[in-house]
């Protein structure tokens, strides 16, 4: 089934009796739309009561797509795409939603793209028959940072930052980079990490462990003092990795290129990670420093690892735990 989207008043009618029809009764329903939070540096969930019955497919995918387009007036949840980007056309066919974008959503940047499309996949995917999207951009398949056609997505192609609650043992097996001593390489250093939440990706847990610094001696912290770590998410083989303005924080004992491949470096360890961009404050349209753009996106750079540092066990910490301690400010 074909559905057009310009079908301008009855839409907009409809959008607005939905938007109505949500109001107060947003905790009775098992479904959520999905929008970006209020920085737009993640996903988050809104909870939502359809209107139609949710055995009605193609009445729900109608329903689901009008909410993401039009958005709601909380300022806490922003809109998945930009008003330029449009949905030009969907079909639902057997299981599968094939959607069809302008050329202007191939304009967004990286970090946003990768959002939105998280969204709709997720908004989308809560429908019980359907098993999977597919996007398309100015009539092509959509590619990823790589070139490569993306494919069919589900509510599993898309990796965020769980929540923080314990539920119980991990152990996991990293390979960081942090800087030499004088700061002109990477140092790479085994650590077996034990104790931490199962809900906390491993492409946080690595960029926790970056931040808390290396155990070996011959090793230092190549990112900045005090960098805050704001989100991290992995979608099609590239990780995005959004830090606060302590970022630019200048320590030229370091060379800038260690700065940023200390987290390409240790990122691409993962085997579902090929390209990292880093953003600040979810802004990429800069240089950091003088020559290393966060417009690019960076491969795995083994050439600046000169040294090996130790292989230890580490306890990582929870939140709870370094909160107690004073380790983490709690009034704001």
Request: glycine share 6%; proline share 3%; aromatic share 8%.
């Amino acid at each position: 089934m074909r559905r057009r989207w310009a079908a301008g008043l009855l839409i907009l009618l409809l959008a607005f009796l939905l938007t109505g029809c949500q109001t107060g009764k947003e905790q009775e329903t098992k479904y959520s739309i999905y929008y970006l939070n209020q920085d737009r540096s993640a996903i988050a969930p809104r909870g939502y009561l359809p209107v139609v019955d949710d055995y009605e497919t193609t009445a729900m995918i109608d329903e689901f797509l009008i909410q993401l387009k039009t958005g709601t007036d909380d300022v806490e949840y922003q809109k998945v795409y930009p008003d330029n980007v449009q949905l030009l056309d969907y079909m639902y066919r057997d299981g599968l939603i094939m959607l069809y974008f302008n050329s202007d959503y191939a304009e967004m940047p990286v970090n946003q793209e990768v959002l939105c499309r998280g969204a709709i996949v997720q908004t989308l995917m809560q429908i019980a028959q359907v098993k999977g999207i597919l996007f398309y951009v100015d009539g092509l398949p959509l590619a990823d940072a790589n070139g490569k056609e993306v494919g069919v997505m589900t509510d599993e192609s898309f990796v965020s930052n769980p929540g923080e609650k314990i539920n119980n043992i991990q152990v996991a097996d990293l390979t960081l980079y942090f800087a030499s001593l004088d700061g002109e390489s990477l140092v790479s250093e085994k650590q077996h990490v034990h104790y931490y939440s199962s809900n906390i990706s491993t492409e946080k847990l690595i960029m926790e462990r970056l931040m808390d610094g290396p155990k070996s001696a011959n090793a230092q912290s190549a990112i900045p003092a005090g960098t805050g770590l704001i989100s991290v998410s992995t979608m099609d083989s590239v990780c995005l990795v959004n830090l606060d303005e302590n970022f630019l924080t200048q320590n030229f004992n370091i060379r800038e290129d260690v700065v940023i491949y200390s987290i390409v470096n240790s990122l691409a360890e993962l085997p579902n990670v090929n390209t990292v961009q880093i953003s600040v404050n979810g802004e990429t349209n800069m240089v950091y420093r003088q020559d290393m753009s966060l417009n690019d996106y960076y491969t795995m750079n083994y050439d600046l690892v000169q040294e090996e540092g130790e292989d230890v066990d580490v306890d990582q910490q929870q939140q709870q735990e370094k909160e107690k301690e004073g380790l983490i400010d709690t009034s704001q």
